[in-house]
Structure formats: structure tokens, C-alpha cells
């Protein structure tokens, strides 16, 4: 007999999830309808809400604020546990005492975007117009919708100018549109892993993933919450899929090589007989539990539009023309997701534009997740960026 082994249901109950949509276990921001959101679509979003955490106090002068942007799938619980995985932050490894974004220095914010599902409107929220979720009825949103969102709770916040803007693969495409959009309120900027426009693969690969989603007959045309489910199946695959993107060769080869998974001997059916198989049901799985699928199809689709340059006639260097903010550019050699050949053409662009930028090309194997894991010589980078601009601007290094 062929055996078959499915992808898990999520151990989270719906109810679990829709209370962290509307009702974050975070801070949040509520905007009415006379504080409306316009988006690129045309359509002006009101009322709205954006969840967000902050570690470390604002200085006197509020100039040590530091915004953190995520990447597709995180959130804004970037250094604390998460409400629903209890597993700790997802960067813990720049974010916290005595690593270079240290709370006792900076001001660090971390928004979950428009579009999200951890507490920011998206397709999973509550419609006030008619009492529903959202589903597939919420606008189209891009990444510099994202971004005039968080420049509305900036502008809550009190705070005029940021110190600096971090954030790797997605979260560097809000960070470069910051200082395209606000560049008088950029300090500094640090863009990991990411490019100014989404290429023909990138978009390609997203393109798998929504129709795997779109595919689950759980997903019944973005309107499952009407149907009290999930297409947990679709989103799984897509998150397989979209995680293969994120890793390399050489890394997979390292982690797993052909080593089968709990026996020595193939099964000779479709089992998980290899670690690496196992390995990306279970990365499949616990997504679900933390994640919407409609908030997947969103996002992706906002990473796909994204083009600087398309907004200042093709031409890149236009998009920063005359721009003050201080750019410290990081790609690493076996991201072939955002290739170094598009970070460099980033700096190129910086530098006909006459901006203060440096750019470091990081080798490792790990692949385009090399941000978000422990690599040494990027938190150095990154460090002393910090520090070079805080001196420049007059940071003490206090929170005082």
C-alpha cells in the first residue's frame, strides 16, 4: 500500500487566532474616519487600526527612535514572545541587550503592517461596514501604503524624525520606500537582503504560493471565515514552497543532505522518508498556525508591485535625489532571492544621487534567511553603522 502523509491541521483554534486579528496582545493605534488612510488602489481605508511594540524609552529630544519594518511573514513581536507560538521574537539576534539595536540605547518600534494579521487591518479583520471579516472585499494594498501607515503612527508617536529605519527582505522595500517617500525624516537607513523592485522570479514564485492557497477548497474564494475554516493545506504548501526560496544548496545540503528522517531504509511510498521532506511539512504546518491566509495573498501581491524606480520614470537615482539619509546597504553571497547584483545596483543608484551609502557583500551559505540568523559579521556591520550614525547626529548612547 502507497502511504500518504497530510499536513497536520493547526493546533490553534480559529477563535485563537481571529481574538490576535482584532484584539492584539500589543499596543495599538486606532485611526477613525477622519484620520483615513489613502491607498494606491484609490480607495481611502477608514477607520483603521496598526498593533506595534516598542522596547526602550524615547529620549528628551526624541531622536534615538529606531523603526524597525518585518519581512513578509513576521510581525511586530520582533523581541518578546509570541502571543500564539510562544516561541521567542523573531530578532532576537539584533534586538535586545548588548546586541546593536540595544533597547537601552534606542527607542525601537516594530509595526505589524496594513495587510497583516496580528492585529493591523487586513483581509482577516472585521469589516464596520458590515460586521464580516474582510476577506478578499479589502483593498489591494502596496508597500508604500505599508509605509504611509507607519509614518501615521510615527506621527502619533510624536516623533518628527527617526534615528534610523531597519528592516530585511520585505521589511528593506519599506525601508528604502521611507526614505523615498520621508527622506527628511530618515536619519539613517539600514536595507538587508532586499532590492528596489521585485523581479520576474520573485514574482513568479509568489505566483505559486497564492495559487496553492487559492487551489484548497477550504479557501472558498477568500470567504472561509464565513465557513469557520482555514485552507491550512494550500497555505502550508505555499509556505514550503516560499521557504525553499529562503535557504540555499549549500545550506540544505549541509542541514539535511539525503539523510532519511527516523529510518534507514526507504518506505517506497510517499511518506516523509528524507529530513529535508520532513523538514518543510513541518516548517508547512506551523505557519498556519500564525498566520492568514487571504493577509499571504495580500502581501505577496504588495512585494510584486513594488518599483521605485517605476514611480520616478525608470530612472532609480531619481527616487533619492538630493537625499540626506545616511544608507548602509547588506546582501549576502548566496541569497539568490535578492541577489548582491541588486543590492549593488541600488548603491549605484545612491551614489549618482550623491548619498552617503556603504555597502557590505557578507559570504556565507545560508541563504536569503542569513539576516534573521546568527551571522557575526553582520551584526558588526550593523553595529558600528549604528554607532557611526549616532555620533553624527549627537547620540549619546543613553536614553536620557
Request: aromatic share 8%; charged share 15%.
Given at each position: 500500500?502507497?502511504?500518504?502523509?497530510?499536513?497536520?491541521?493547526?493546533?490553534?483554534?480559529?477563535?485563537?487566532?481571529?481574538?490576535?486579528?482584532?484584539?492584539?496582545?500589543?499596543?495599538?493605534?486606532?485611526?477613525?474616519?477622519?484620520?483615513?488612510?489613502?491607498?494606491?488602489?484609490?480607495?481611502?481605508?477608514?477607520?483603521?487600526?496598526?498593533?506595534?511594540?516598542?522596547?526602550?524609552?524615547?529620549?528628551?529630544?526624541?531622536?534615538?527612535?529606531?523603526?524597525?519594518?518585518?519581512?513578509?511573514?513576521?510581525?511586530?513581536?520582533?523581541?518578546?514572545?509570541?502571543?500564539?507560538?510562544?516561541?521567542?521574537?523573531?530578532?532576537?539576534?539584533?534586538?535586545?541587550?548588548?546586541?546593536?539595536?540595544?533597547?537601552?540605547?534606542?527607542?525601537?518600534?516594530?509595526?505589524?503592517?496594513?495587510?497583516?494579521?496580528?492585529?493591523?487591518?487586513?483581509?482577516?479583520?472585521?469589516?464596520?461596514?458590515?460586521?464580516?471579516?474582510?476577506?478578499?472585499?479589502?483593498?489591494?494594498i502596496t508597500i508604500p501604503d505599508m509605509v504611509r501607515a507607519q509614518a501615521m503612527l510615527?506621527?502619533?508617536?510624536?516623533?518628527?524624525?527617526?534615528?534610523?529605519?531597519?528592516?530585511?527582505?520585505?521589511?528593506?522595500?519599506?525601508?528604502?520606500?521611507?526614505?523615498?517617500?520621508?527622506?527628511?525624516?530618515?536619519?539613517?537607513?539600514?536595507?538587508?537582503?532586499?532590492?528596489?523592485?521585485?523581479?520576474?522570479?520573485?514574482?513568479?514564485?509568489?505566483?505559486?504560493?497564492?495559487?496553492?492557497?487559492?487551489?484548497?477548497?477550504?479557501?472558498?474564494?477568500?470567504?472561509?471565515?464565513?465557513?469557520?475554516?482555514?485552507?491550512?493545506?494550500g497555505l502550508a504548501v505555499a509556505r514550503m514552497a516560499a521557504h525553499i526560496t529562503y535557504l540555499s544548496d549549500a545550506a540544505l545540503h549541509r542541514k539535511f543532505g539525503r539523510r532519511m528522517q527516523d529510518r534507514e531504509l526507504p518506505t517506497f511510498s510517499f511518506d516523509a522518508d528524507f529530513q529535508v521532506e520532513s523538514y518543510l511539512r513541518y516548517q508547512g504546518s506551523s505557519f498556519v498556525e500564525r498566520f492568514d491566509a487571504n493577509s499571504y495573498l495580500y502581501l505577496t501581491r504588495a512585494m510584486d508591485y513594488f518599483d521605485i524606480a517605476g514611480d520616478h520614470g525608470g530612472v532609480l537615482a531619481k527616487a533619492f535625489t538630493g537625499i540626506k539619509t545616511r544608507f548602509c546597504v547588506v546582501s549576502f553571497t548566496s541569497d539568490w532571492l535578492f541577489p548582491t547584483s541588486e543590492s549593488r545596483a541600488l548603491v549605484h543608484a545612491l551614489n549618482a544621487s550623491s548619498a552617503r551609502v556603504s555597502f557590505a557583500e557578507i559570504e556565507t551559505d545560508r541563504g536569503h534567511d542569513a539576516f534573521l540568523l546568527d551571522v557575526p559579521e553582520f551584526f558588526d556591520i550593523a553595529r558600528a553603522f549604528l554607532e557611526s550614525a549616532g555620533k553624527a547626529r549627537g547620540l549619546n548612547g543613553k536614553n536620557s
Open positions: 500500500m502507497v502511504g500518504v502523509t497530510s499536513i497536520p491541521s493547526p493546533a490553534i483554534s480559529a477563535d485563537e487566532r481571529s481574538h490576535e486579528v482584532d484584539h492584539p496582545s500589543s499596543l495599538v493605534a486606532h485611526f477613525g474616519a477622519d484620520q483615513p488612510l489613502p491607498l494606491d488602489c484609490g480607495v481611502d481605508l477608514s477607520p483603521f487600526q496598526i498593533a506595534y511594540q516598542t522596547y526602550g524609552e524615547l529620549n528628551a529630544d526624541r531622536s534615538n527612535a529606531i523603526l524597525i519594518c518585518h519581512a513578509l511573514t513576521g510581525d511586530q513581536h520582533v523581541a518578546n514572545v509570541h502571543p500564539v507560538t510562544g516561541k521567542p521574537g523573531w530578532w532576537e539576534t539584533l534586538v535586545g541587550a548588548g546586541r546593536p539595536l540595544d533597547p537601552s540605547q534606542y527607542f525601537i518600534i516594530c509595526a505589524n503592517v496594513i495587510g497583516g494579521c496580528m492585529g493591523s487591518t487586513g483581509p482577516a479583520s472585521i469589516n464596520p461596514a458590515t460586521g464580516k471579516v474582510w476577506g478578499l472585499d479589502f483593498p489591494v510615527i506621527d502619533r508617536l510624536g516623533i518628527d524624525t527617526l534615528f534610523g529605519v531597519v528592516g530585511g527582505s520585505m521589511g528593506g522595500m519599506q525601508v528604502l520606500q521611507w526614505t523615498a517617500a520621508y527622506p527628511e525624516r530618515v536619519y539613517s537607513a539600514l536595507a538587508i537582503a532586499c532590492s528596489t523592485r521585485h523581479s520576474a522570479q520573485n514574482i513568479a514564485f509568489h505566483e505559486l504560493g497564492r495559487q496553492a492557497v487559492m487551489a484548497d477548497p477550504d479557501w472558498h474564494n477568500g470567504g472561509y471565515a464565513d465557513h469557520g475554516i482555514h485552507p491550512h493545506r
